[in-house]
């Protein structure tokens, strides 16, 4: 019987430290609007250190490669999660209020277009040049994610900054260049980026390119770069 215990009292331990090791945020793709011209996303994760759950919104101008204005929304939830519970709910209470900007805009939950890549694990080494193709369309696509960072003497970040550079082939074979991003834009503290996925509106006409955020602490958050390429 002892040993049983000590048995659960372990896998117990176990998931509460997978539960609270670290502040990784979980991305969620919340749909396009019906031309693809807005994508609406957001994140939530728990950070331990407040006890909070948290989450954010973002409605993106894909064409502008910008923010909508007074649609970007944020919330933090004072909560205490059991094991194998999600903070999930922190999005669904900021939801509501997001909702007026999603109906304005358009944004249908069910369009959320088709994944063009994704970064399998977290242990892979950061890929800052990548090359795939849709097949559904015959297109290639070719990122190199460029970031330069300033650092202190003791090797952290104090900011950093980043943009990508894309090149884009139809199936007619020609060549069309991207430079994506505000590389002159600093962010205090990040130490790293890295591109998590790649996806395209139904229409395939916009891109949107998911980049993952690390902090100093190893704390992830996400933010999204978007180009129209028809």
């Given at each position: 019987?002892?040993?049983?215990?000590?048995?659960?009292?372990?896998?117990?331990?176990?998931?509460?430290?997978?539960?609270?090791?670290?502040?990784?945020?979980?991305?969620?793709?919340?749909?396009?609007?019906?031309?693809?011209?807005?994508?609406?996303?957001?994140?939530?994760?728990?950070?331990?250190?407040?006890?909070?759950?948290?989450?954010?919104?973002?409605?993106?101008?894909?064409?502008?490669?910008?923010?909508?204005?007074?649609?970007?929304?944020?919330?933090?939830?004072?909560?205490?999660?059991?094991?194998?519970?999600?903070?999930?709910?922190?999005?669904?209470?900021?939801?509501?209020?997001?909702?007026?900007?999603?109906?304005?805009?358009?944004?249908?939950?069910?369009?959320?277009?088709?994944?063009?890549?994704?970064?399998?694990?977290?242990?892979?080494?950061?890929?800052?040049?990548?090359?795939?193709?849709?097949?559904?369309?015959?297109?290639?696509?070719?990122?190199?994610?460029?970031?330069?960072?300033?650092?202190?003497?003791?090797?952290?970040?104090?900011?950093?900054?980043?943009?990508?550079?894309?090149?884009?082939?139809?199936?007619?074979?020609?060549?069309?260049?991207?430079?994506?991003?505000?590389?002159?834009?600093?962010?205090?503290?990040?130490?790293?980026?890295?591109?998590?996925r790649v996806l395209t509106d139904p229409s395939n006409k916009s891109i949107i390119i998911?980049?993952?955020?690390i902090d100093n602490d190893l704390n992830v958050r996400y933010m999204v770069e978007t180009?129209?390429?028809?």
């Open positions: 019987m002892k040993k049983k215990l000590l048995t659960v009292t372990v896998m117990i331990l176990l998931i509460m430290t997978e539960v609270y090791a670290g502040d990784k945020a979980e991305f969620v793709n919340m749909g396009f609007s019906p031309d693809g011209s807005y994508f609406l996303f957001g994140q939530y994760g728990f950070a331990a250190e407040k006890t909070q759950c948290y989450a954010d919104i973002y409605l993106v101008d894909v064409r502008n490669n910008k923010f909508v204005p007074a649609s970007v929304f944020s919330g933090e939830y004072t909560a205490t999660l059991e094991p194998g519970q999600s903070p999930d709910g922190a999005l669904f209470s900021l939801l509501e209020t997001a909702i007026p900007a999603r109906k304005k805009y358009n944004i249908d939950y069910l369009k959320k277009g088709r994944p063009l890549y994704i970064r399998i694990s977290d242990t892979d080494e950061s890929m800052d040049v990548l090359d795939f193709r849709d097949f559904e369309t015959g297109s290639r696509f070719s990122m190199k994610l460029i970031q330069d960072a300033v650092k202190n003497e003791d090797g952290q970040a104090v900011e950093s900054s980043f943009f990508i550079e894309m090149t884009f082939t139809g199936s007619g074979g020609v060549n069309v260049p991207f430079v994506i991003g505000h590389p002159d834009f600093k962010r205090k503290g990040i130490e790293e980026y890295r591109i998590e998911i980049v993952a955020k180009v129209r390429i028809r």
